[in-house]
């Protein structure tokens, strides 16, 4: 675990005007599954998001499949056609849900108005495979990280035009693929983490300026890089575990529990709760506080995905969608029971 400490270190120093990292332990409710459901798109799942207001979601093959959640059974409402060739790799909303953002293996990043289902822009910069996209907080900025071993960092205008800011090359002789960019501290940082175990953190309040960098002995592979919703805990995917680090610099845990690699994992919108899955076909969800599952699900083939709807649905439960290659998407709807 010692050598995630070097990332929190880096996070801290660029996070420094933040608030105070420590961790309460909340109390601990049992963990409910309150209703699951799923369906099919019959096309090869790469990835998926919901929309802000989380009655969207949005799952991408080479065209990306809009789904209205918000009720009891999954409705289609749309198919944005894409048809980027070889597949979507990374998908992602902006704040205000009016663009949806994604890269994919034709290594172009992309820019989508979901309700009119027209493409806005469309940029073919990267060299490789584009394998992570993330809106910063006040949607006015996009980075995109690709197998071409550089994040580009664009300003997006409100018809989601996209310019090119920076492009974001290592200072370091760990250059590997980029497979995830994440906004920190309000959008004032980027840190983005490498297929090779290597993990940056960039400054971005005046210019983009590289203020560490940190290479696990192993590389993690296609590495799986997310950030609790208040920012003070990290998850890190690593083989067939997830590490958890606090942006003070200290290891919170270990999650071990797949049989294969992590695909994905992804923090519940109160921060309470991780989902990962795996290549092995299992879905699990997490207590932060126990580092525990509280609920298992194992499924025929391999999934590839995970995302939270970032707030409740109308009964108040915790919406979870994951993806299988298959193009089977599992909802199940989490709540805490007394």
């Given amino acids: 675990m010692k050598r995630f400490f070097v990332l929190g270190a880096f996070l801290v120093s660029v996070m420094a005007t933040s608030e105070s990292t420590s961790l309460a332990q909340p109390k601990q409710l049992p963990v409910k599954l309150n209703a699951e459901t ?73 820019v989508w108005d979901p309700t009119a289902q027209k493409e806005q822009f469309r940029a073919n910069d990267h060299r490789g495979d584009v394998r992570s996209v993330a809106f910063s907080p006040d949607g006015r900025l996009l980075a995109s990280g690709s197998n071409d071993r550089t994040a580009i960092l664009w300003s997006v205008a409100n018809d989601g035009k996209l310019t090119e800011q920076s492009v974001i090359k290592a200072e370091d ?36 300026k590289q203020a560490g960098g940190f290479k696990a002995k192993s590389g993690s592979g296609d590495v799986s890089v997310v950030s609790s919703p208040d920012g003070k805990l990290w998850g890190i995917s690593d083989h067939k575990a997830v590490h958890l680090l606090t942006s003070a610099g200290a290891a919170a845990g270990t999650l071990e529990g797949h049989k294969e690699n992590v695909s994905d994992v992804a923090f519940s919108p109160d921060g309470k709760l991780l989902a990962t899955v795996g290549r092995d076909g299992t879905l699990h969800v997490w207590s932060i506080a126990a580092k525990m599952p509280r609920i298992t699900k194992e499924r025929p083939g391999k999934f590839t995905s995970v995302a939270w709807a970032p707030v409740p649905d109308a009964a108040g439960n915790m919406v979870l969608a994951a993806g299988l290659e298959d193009g089977t998407v599992w909802i199940l709807k989490v709540g805490y029971g007394k």
């Fill in 38 to 110: 799923k369906f099919e798109i019959k096309h090869h799942i790469h990835c998926l998001t919901f929309s802000p207001d989380g009655k969207t979601l949005a799952v991408a093959e080479e065209n990306v499949h809009l789904y209205d959640v918000s009720g009891e059974s999954p409705k289609a409402i749309g198919v944005l056609k894409s048809r980027v060739g070889f597949g979507i790799r990374s998908i992602a909303f902006s704040p205000d849900g009016k663009l949806l953002a994604f890269g994919g293996c034709d290594h172009s990043v992309r």
């Fill in 173 to 208: 002789k760990f250059a590997s693929a980029v497979c995830a960019v994440v906004f920190a501290n309000k959008g004032k940082a980027l840190v983005t983490g490498g297929s090779n175990g290597t993990f940056r953190v960039f400054g971005l309040d005046k210019g983009v």
